[in-house]
């Protein structure tokens, strides 16, 4: 075992590390219940109330206390380690994991929370769970979401990185056997067989065994676990620690194409046995968005444009919503000159089509991104209550600063300015630092270029 050197700080008056406040409270609750305790055992209870009331009081409320502290610690640590997520599995692989994770969140040990990981993995196999269920790709993913925590990147992306073409490959392989009709029959994986000594689970009676997935369920969940994964690389490719766009923006452009693919192939074929419903709402609009930034963020904004549109089309939280028409603001604003029916958002805008010069199409862009940036304003500026997020104040500074933009821009340097001076009250009355700095930014330089001019 290991023990610390005993040098010069190690002598009887060295100091050793002061014990947290959790530790302090415990100790001061602990002394309090001893010295009750005593008192109670030296005299009776009654004596004690008539000649020590506020003492007998003092100590009942400590002996209540630890009782509370102790219950407490006793629930939170049944309700986690023994809640649904580690009983599901088989209790070797649940102690592994609660080991890791223990060391993970608790006492802090990347090389023991790794090797109780890998441990839980390698007993996955040992007791022959399925790859492709969610209680193992849960682990797999728990892990690379600890490997980020840790801002150990590259590992977390090679982790999610062999899962998705771990579930390509499934995928493709089922895809090949059902169109050439060879797909075997799907029964009920049979219960880990007990080691020696332990008795044999209970099998539950047939009205209550779940129903078997079929291959088209499966598929259905593990093709919707990818996209997931696919956008979480996405996220981590962009990560400052990273910094590789193109891969991150390749991520994106599958997830999306695979959800239209699997979109249209549903509505032409309809739903296969047991298929089961397919992405969220929010979850199909929230990778298209993400899709929609990374085109942004390569100035390609008529590819973003139309996938901010489908987002919007598909959001129901009105402050998102403001920031959705924000971003179709500024992505109007910055709208390359194009032929007319050349930009995808061009079908959108009806009467545009007309354009004989690229001043009237510039023109027409900066009058969509004015349009879009009101409306972003009044959205977000409408919801009160528990409705109203941070994320509507935010969406109302931002609009005020693209206002000011795009006025601007349409040589109207009056209102601009007015725009820009109600996003610097706004910002500083929300308490939004980073908008009130970028206000003040562009007010700056609004001065200075009207000086210059």
Sequence with gaps: MFEPDKGLDSGPGAQGPKPSLNRLILRAIANDTKRAWHNLRSSSFRQVMKTHPGEAFGAIFAIAAALAVAGYCIYIYFNYFYSPQFTRYPEPIAQALRKALYYSNHEIDPQRALK???????????????????????????????????????????????????????????????????????????PPEPKEGEPAPDTPPPEQQLPVETWWGKRTRILGKAIGISVKLAELYSDEHVLERELAHERLVWAVETIFRETQRRAKEGLKEGEGEWLKPEEIGGSMEALARSYTDKSQHHLALPLYFQSLRLCEDQCHIAVLMNNIASSFAEHPLMRPGDAPVHSMMGEALTWTTPAEQRASYLEAAQRWAQNAFKHASEPLGNKRTPECDQACAAALTNLSEVLSMLGRKSEARSRLEQALKYSKEKGLEECAREAEERLRSFEGGVKQA
């Design 116 to 190: 109780h990981y890998k441990q839980a993995l390698e007993l996955c196999d040992e007791f022959k769970l399925d790859h492709f269920s969610d209680d193992v790709m849960g682990i797999k993913i728990q892990v690379a979401a600890w490997l980020e925590k840790i801002q150990s990147f590259r590992n977390a992306i090679d982790v999610l990185e062999t899962l998705l073409s771990d579930c390509k490959r499934w995928v493709d392989a089922m895809e090949k056997a059902a169109r050439e009709g060879t797909l075997p029959p799907l029964t009920p994986s049979p």
